[in-house]
């Protein structure tokens, strides 16, 4: 009689699990592709008790306001500074629902994303989730996908942060694709960071005691524009990821600026940009004879590129 008892409470409790509410935050600057975002929460066939926190300035709510009429689950929140890392911390503030889950604006939250990360939390409640992805470039108009099946340690992100700079990232932790207890009590984003701010985060989340995994499960089609990414490339951007690296791991800093910061601009059309960055990082930070050869290499790079 007991055995069967703890059988019922077992299934009684995956059931609760399953029916468990989730909170979508979404940090928007108005995009219209937010549409489309919307349009596939709500394809998602597992999705049943949740809310929808978008979360921009006024202008930007005020011209997306119509979708509330479409989509009775909106709740808004003003902010009016351009900061997404504030824009996550405020809605996940503002989040009522047991499981939180972040995406941005302008990528697709695919089919049973609800119920894998439900199962997920479930059997690593204390942890972050991160799904595995599809990646569609913007540019070539390719597909392709980054699925992995692993508990991240604070090696692996540092690795992350000294992968030479040939080779390509080897786990997608953006943390639109991820998912958390809201009993877990999250660090908040850096909000001093406009650019890695993800990663980083994961760094703060590991520190505060929770684990991170990612799962093989795809959760997100994520669209990926190399000419927003350049865009945001700034000296002081890039002076603060270094100072912040360097806070969370001694030199970690540095090996970022050697290896990462250029490889975008390097292997993108813009000659120019390339150029300039590649001029304030010199007359901002001391590098020996390696970090040097490595920045002539991306030089070579980016004139191949540009000679196509």
Known sequence: MGTHKKQLDVIMNNMSNIDRGISIVIPTIGRDSINNLLKSIHSDTTLKNHEVIIVGSSSTINKILNLAKEYNCIKFV???????????????????????????????????????????TNTYNKSIIFGSASI?????????????????TESDLI??????????????????????????SVPKFRENLVYLEDQIW???????????RQIKDLTIKYYFSRERSNIRWSISNEKQIF???????????ISYISNISLKSLAISSNKQKFISARKDLFNNFTFGTLDRLRFLALSAINLLVNLK
């Open 243 to 253: 100072l912040t690296l360097n806070e969370l791991v001694p030199k970690l800093g």
């Open 78 to 120: 003003e902010q009016n500074v351009l900061s997404v890392s504030l824009s996550r911390n405020i809605g996940i503030n503002h989040a009522k629902q047991e499981l939180i889950s972040l995406i941005d604006d302008d990528d697709l939250w695919l089919e049973k994303r609800t119920q894998t990360f439900t199962q997920a």
């Open 159 to 184: 690795r992350q942060f000294r992968r030479p700079f040939y080779l390509k990232q080897k786990y997608f932790l953006q943390v639109g694709n991820c998912a958390f207890l809201k009993k877990t």
């Open 136 to 152: 569609f470039d913007q540019k070539s108009n390719k597909l392709t996908y980054s699925i992995k099946e692993k508990q991240i």
């Open 202 to 212: 994961v760094f703060d989340v590991l520190n505060s005691g929770l684990q991170v």
